[in-house]
């Protein structure tokens, strides 16, 4: 068990850019997070995969994030045309098919926009 | 909806107790979790109870929930200097995925 693993840890980019962050769950866990931290704050939920399927998504998912999990391993989240206030660390996490089991954690991805 | 709120910093002495508390507002939250985070980490579970629970301990860790009052605190015992984190007190209905987190509790054991 490698735990659950984010590539890159830190991302710098000018404001306007395309970021895409990558996040690799804990074998055999079917459901998948991404939650958004700013400094100062707890994580906020922005979706849920299970499976391939995205089953749930939150008001701060705005049009310019997408988050994909095409064969229901591995996911990515793309921001398009970066603004400041994406500034934050974004952690992707998993759980099992068992719902009563919680959610394990990754160490995140720190994005910067300059 | 969802609202959980818990002080901002605790501070102790090494080897006492710390008690981190936190109250959630919805009183249908079926589990109720304990997070650490370190500077610059993600988050670690530490713990966590189902509401048909009133404790839970494991090792150094004691969780108490009070569902009348909405109230969940977090108990560590001999505190050590390694336990200086930001713990997170979170929430997740039955029957949905997210989680909703707490500001989280600075906690700084002074040696």
């Known amino acids: 068990d490698t735990g659950v693993s984010q590539d890159p840890r830190h991302k710098i980019t000018k404001r306007g850019q395309n970021v895409t962050f990558r996040c690799d769950p804990i074998s055999e866990h079917n459901r998948l997070y991404w939650y958004r931290q700013t400094l100062g704050q707890g994580p906020e939920f922005l979706t849920y995969f299970q499976n391939e399927a995205q089953l749930e998504k939150s008001r701060l998912l705005s049009d310019r994030f997408s988050a994909e999990r095409p064969k229901g391993s591995f996911s990515t989240l793309e921001i398009q045309r970066t603004e400041q206030g994406d500034s934050a660390m974004y952690l992707c996490?998993?759980?099992?098919?068992?719902?009563?089991?919680?959610?394990?954690f990754g160490d995140g991805t720190r994005l910067s926009i300059l | 909806g969802e609202d959980v709120e818990q002080s901002l910093f605790l501070s102790v002495r090494e080897g006492d107790s710390s008690v981190i508390n936190c109250t959630y507002t919805?009183?249908?939250?079926?589990?109720l979790y304990w997070y650490k985070q370190e500077p610059g980490a993600g988050l670690q579970l530490l713990t966590y109870?189902?509401?048909?629970?009133d404790m839970k301990q494991d090792q150094r860790l004691t969780v108490l929930l009070n569902k009348k009052d909405k109230h969940l605190s977090l108990r560590i015992a001999d505190t050590q200097t390694g336990d200086s984190a930001i713990y997170f007190c979170a929430e997740r209905l039955g029957g949905y995925q997210k989680v909703t987190f707490g500001t989280g509790t600075k906690l700084q054991v002074i040696p």
């Open positions: 109870i189902f509401s048909n629970m």
């Open positions: 996490a998993s759980s099992p098919p068992d719902n009563n089991q919680p959610q394990h």
């Open positions: 919805d009183s249908s939250s079926t589990y």
